[in-house]
């Protein structure tokens, strides 16, 4: 499974390192303590800059939702490359979460599960399709949703 991380992740979602992992440039600013050190240690990421088209789009979404305000360019960066990508962002960020809806990409919260403990899915929230890729389903046009299929091992 791919994700987009944000910081908070890093330090508290225990992400999974087998998973395929993606952030922006401005969390790994973020991530300069020993913890953070550390737990980038295990697990490899992948640092990506989303390109201008999805920033606008995520800076609109913001906009509609009343986030805008409360979103560091960082935050909106996390949000745009998720969208670019098709791909869940994995945050604890009320104002991420809020403005992922609005632009119908996926996002797991650290601290709902622990989530390195569990295996997670895409799929189309009308016909169940397994996706590839967040964003409309290519069988019914339904919407994407992440969710938890079951335990590791
Ligand atoms: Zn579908």
Redesign the pocket.
């Known amino acids: 499974m791919r994700f987009v991380l944000d910081a908070s992740a890093v330090l508290e979602g225990d992400p999974n390192p087998d998973d395929e992992l993606f952030t922006v440039p401005g969390v790994m600013l973020e991530l300069r303590s020993q913890d953070a050190q550390t737990a980038l240690e295990r697990l490899s990421v992948t640092v990506r800059k989303p390109g201008n088209d999805a920033l606008r789009r995520a800076r609109a979404a913001a906009e509609r939702t009343g986030d805008s305000h409360r979103l560091s360019e960082t935050d909106t960066a996390l949000i745009a490359l998720a969208l670019e990508e098709g791909v869940p962002l994995f945050t604890n960020d009320f104002s991420i979460q809020n403005t992922c809806r609005e632009l119908g990409v996926p996002y797991v919260s650290p601290r709902d599960e622990i989530t390195r403990s569990f295996r997670w899915e895409l799929m189309?929230?009308?016909?169940?399709?397994r996706l590839e890729r967040a964003g409309e389903?290519?069988?019914?046009?339904?919407e994407s949703r992440i969710r938890r299929t079951k335990q590791r091992r």
Do not use: A, F
């Open positions: 189309c929230r009308d016909c169940g399709k389903c290519p069988v019914c046009g339904g």
